[in-house]
């Protein structure tokens, strides 16, 4: 205690000051401490829970992208099905569109080829009667007589075997 005194303190303000020192570190602790502990324990799960969460968004971020990546060459893919299949039906249209006009050239050729063989049925049927004609008209002078129709008719026939 001498010691104490030497040193000029006053041991009951000196105890007065401990048990003033406890009760202001038990006041701090138990309504200071512990409140902001627990919020800093809060902002820490919320901070971590913050972390957990931009890292699943980050992967989920990286799954959506795969799955893009996956859909649109999907869609590509199927993109050059339909235009593959848009050819092909553009070449059976073109097939069909070549055959329609092949087979209505063959019909114009027959209808033609049928309309020159009418009018050369025509022609030869004109000729054969300006031929009856002049075969009577030659026969007539050269015989000078005419002769009935029933012999002239025989006449004229005979003529045209023969010229045929």
């Known amino acids: 205690m ?5 040193l000029g303190l006053n041991v009951k303000i000196l105890l007065a000051q401990l048990i003033n020192f406890g009760v202001l570190v038990f006041v701090i602790y138990k309504f200071a401490y512990g409140p902001i502990m ?8 919320k901070i971590e829970k913050g972390i957990s969460n931009a890292n699943e968004a980050g992967k989920k971020l990286v799954q959506i992208e795969e799955k893009e990546k996956l859909v649109l060459a999907e869609a ?3 993109a050059q099905e339909i235009i593959k299949k848009a050819q092909e039906i553009a070449e059976s249209g073109k097939a069909q569109i070549i055959e ?10 027959a209808n033609t080829q049928k309309k020159i063989e009418q009018e050369r049925e025509k ?6 009667g300006e031929i ?20 002239d008719k025989k006449l004229v026939e005979d003529m ?4 045929k």
């Open 123 to 128: 022609i030869m049927g004109e000729i054969k």
């Open 2 to 6: 001498e010691l104490i005194n030497a």
């Open 132 to 151: 009856s004609g002049l075969i009577l008209t030659v026969t007539e002078k050269i015989i000078n007589e005419k002769l009935d129709n029933d012999k």
């Open 100 to 109: 329609t006009t092949k087979q209505e050239a063959a019909n114009i050729m």
């Open 38 to 45: 627990k919020v800093l324990d809060e902002r820490q799960e």
């Open 160 to 163: 045209i075997v023969s010229i």
């Open 76 to 78: 590509k893919k199927e």
